[in-house]
C-alpha cells in the first residue's frame, strides 16, 4: 500500500487535478484541512494521474481510514465496492445518508 509523504507544509491540489474542483478555489484547497474532500472527489470522478497523486501524497492508509470513517455522499456504491475490492477490506464500512441515491428531482437518478 503507498505510503503518504511527510506533513507540517502546505499540499494543495497540483494544476492538473483542479478541474476536479470547479466550484471550489482549488488553490486554497489543502490535503490537511480539506483531505476528506479532495479524496470523494478523486476517488468518485478522477483520472488514474489524479488517484495515483492521492496516494502517493495521502498513502493508502489514509485513504483507507476515509471510507472505514466517513460515509461520505458523493462516493457512489460503485465506487465504495471498486475501493472495497483494492482494499480487500472484509469490515463493514459506514454507509452514506439515503438521500444521496433517492431524490424527488426528475433529472437526478
Known amino acids: 500500500m503507498p505510503r503518504a509523504r511527510a506533513s507540517g507544509r502546505r499540499r ?3 494544476t492538473f487535478a483542479r478541474w476536479l474542483f470547479w466550484e ?13 474532500t479532495i479524496i470523494a472527489r478523486v476517488v468518485e470522478r478522477g483520472t488514474m494521474r489524479e488517484v495515483r497523486w492521492l496516494l502517493d501524497e495521502l498513502g493508502g492508509e489514509r485513504v ?3 471510507f472505514r470513517e466517513v460515509p461520505h455522499p458523493e462516493v457512489t456504491p460503485r465506487t465504495r465496492a471498486f475501493w472495497r475490492a483494492y482494499f480487500k477490506a472484509t469490515e463493514p464500512w459506514p454507509e452514506p445518508p439515503r438521500w444521496r441515491s433517492h431524490s424527488s428531482m426528475p433529472w437526478i437518478s
Request: avoid cysteine; aromatic fraction near 6%.
Open 64 to 66: 483507507l481510514r476515509f
Open 24 to 36: 471550489h478555489d482549488a488553490g486554497r484547497l489543502d490535503l490537511e484541512s480539506h483531505g476528506d
Open 12 to 14: 494543495p491540489v497540483p
